[in-house]
């Protein structure tokens, strides 16, 4: 039988079993480990890469910008493109670009990889990462030397390797209210990804991680991050996953409401009664909104 590229370097375990991390800090604090992908990968070679481009599956997934961004610039105010995707790829080491390819999953053998690593981390983990799940991804960031990716959160849960080259990440603890601020994480979850804004006074509170390639980093929901490339062209693979709205998204989107009504909503995590009623009334009115729609169209 005949193996796939994926197989032929997944003969042991992807990640280091002995690492604690896994088990003590999963999605309550980031940690470094360490993991199978190198440089030498066949699907993380350049070669490899750019058929992704030129794959109709996967080439809508993929976006790119070029140009000079600041730790905190938002990502809808990127310099505008000069170049096509294929030249930016083309002249990686020195577009000053960042490449994003966000559907690599759609590819089987990326797909395998995936699915390989999130077995391994529930295992690792002991999470119920199966039935807590929405859905899952695989990323892989291509970026030019001493690119910064600016200041973010997000909503997934995220392992992020380094395949190539060297960068620092700085992730910041999402429970630090004067880092981030419940207000932050409400507009977050109800209308703008770019909610999160970078607080230079309190970067000394950043943990910061040097990724080389065969490191990574657990980087857990909603822990506001940024990266500063080294000067290299770097590869990484993001494996993550999103939970069931039901989880954070509809308790957060509760008090956004009512805070545009004057109030001034519990926390998330003060109260399971209060959370379970507002995960209710999120839950229903989606449903309602939904049927709605679904009643306009017929
Ligand atoms: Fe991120």
């Given at each position: 039988m005949p193996t796939t590229p994926t197989q032929m370097h997944l003969t042991a375990s992807i990640f280091n079993a002995a690492n604690p991390g896994f088990r003590e800090n999963f999605d309550e604090k980031p940690f470094e480990f360490t993991h199978c992908f190198c440089a030498d990968h066949p699907l993380f070679q350049l070669s490899r890469l750019r058929q992704l481009i030129d794959d109709p599956v996967t080439r809508p997934g993929i976006y790119y910008d070029a140009g000079e961004i600041g730790?905190?610039?938002?990502?809808?105010?990127v310099p505008e493109r000069k170049q096509t995707l294929e030249e930016t790829f083309d002249r990686i080491d020195n577009a000053g670009a960042w490449i994003l390819m966000k559907r690599v999953h759609k590819d089987p053998d990326y797909s395998e990889v995936l699915d390989e690593c999130l077995k391994e981390v529930q295992r690792l983990s002991g999470r119920q990462i199966d039935q807590d799940k929405k859905s899952q991804e695989a990323i892989i960031f291509l970026t030019s030397p001493n690119r910064v990716t600016s200041y973010h959160i997000d909503r997934e849960c995220n392992f992020l390797m380094q395949v190539r080259g060297e960068k620092e990440i700085s992730v910041f603890d999402r429970n630090d209210r004067e880092v981030l601020p419940e207000t932050e994480l409400e507009t977050f979850w109800s209308k703008d990804n770019n909610a999160g804004v970078y607080k230079p006074q309190y970067q000394n509170r950043a943990t910061v991680f040097l990724m080389k390639p065969g490191t990574g980093v657990h980087i857990p929901v909603n822990f506001p991050h940024w990266l500063k490339n080294g000067n290299n062209v770097s590869i990484s693979l993001s494996i993550s996953y999103q939970y069931k709205d039901w989880q954070r998204k509809y308790v957060f989107q509760a008090n956004y409401y009512l805070r545009k009504m004057g109030l001034n909503p519990t926390p998330p995590g003060k109260s399971a009664l209060l959370d379970n009623t507002k995960r209710m009334v999120m839950q229903a009115g989606f449903a309602g909104k939904k049927l709605l729609q679904q009643k306009r169209a017929n």
């Open positions: 730790i905190g610039q938002r990502w809808d105010s």
